[in-house]
């Protein structure tokens, strides 16, 4: 009888937590929007939460694990690290933007400044996730499905960092820069 207790309670705090995911996203929705002065920026870059997510939950179910507090506080921290790798990302090319720099050259210039950062800050947090999955003492059962949600976040969020959001980015805006281009000629 106990047994079901703890499931109901560990279910309800998983609600919890997928509640406070929602409004935290939100929040920071709104702060970004401010931030970059734009409604759509914001999207581009909270768009990487659920592919994310996603490719963190396959990752647990290939390797037998279900989702559980432990791995979906390692799937909230490892969106964090990876949100701040693109919000800064789109900062610098915005950045680049307003001093006259052309799309292209303002994605590859910013892409070129923010690679080590984001390389550093994912192989750090990976690094730091790998002994977990290969304790067998007292607690392992918890911490290796953070470890496993961690990795996979981080792994997949990098690579979207470095590559997609930039992709989309371009993709938005590229329609401007040729009208910009037309009225100037």
């Avoid at 006259?100 to 994912?122: N, V």
């Avoid at 290969?134 to 949600?149: K, Y």
Wanted: overall charge neutral; some cysteine.
């Amino acid at each position: 009888m106990a047994f079901s207790g703890a499931v109901f309670s560990n279910r309800e705090m998983l609600g919890e937590l997928v509640v406070i995911l929602l409004v935290s996203v939100l929040l920071m929705y709104f702060i970004l929007a401010v931030q970059f002065e734009s409604f759509l920026q914001p999207l581009i870059v909270l768009a990487e939460i659920p592919v994310d997510i996603a490719f963190a939950l396959l990752l647990l179910w290939v390797c037998g694990h279900t989702m559980n507090l432990m791995s979906a506080i390692g799937m909230i921290v490892s969106c964090g690290i990876i949100i701040n790798d693109s919000i800064l990302k789109l900062d610098a090319v915005n950045e680049l933007r307003k001093k006259g720099t052309p799309l292209m050259e303002a994605i590859h210039t910013a892409g070129k400044r923010r690679l080590r950062p984001i390389i550093m800050t994912s192989l750090t947090t990976v690094f730091a996730m790998v002994p977990l999955l290969f304790t067998r003492d007292m607690g392992s059962e918890l911490q290796q499905p953070l470890a496993i949600a961690m990795i996979g976040t981080m792994t997949v969020g990098t690579l979207v960092s470095l590559f997609i959001i930039p992709l989309i980015y371009w993709f938005i805006y590229r329609k401007n820069e040729v009208i910009s281009n037309e009225r100037k000629d």
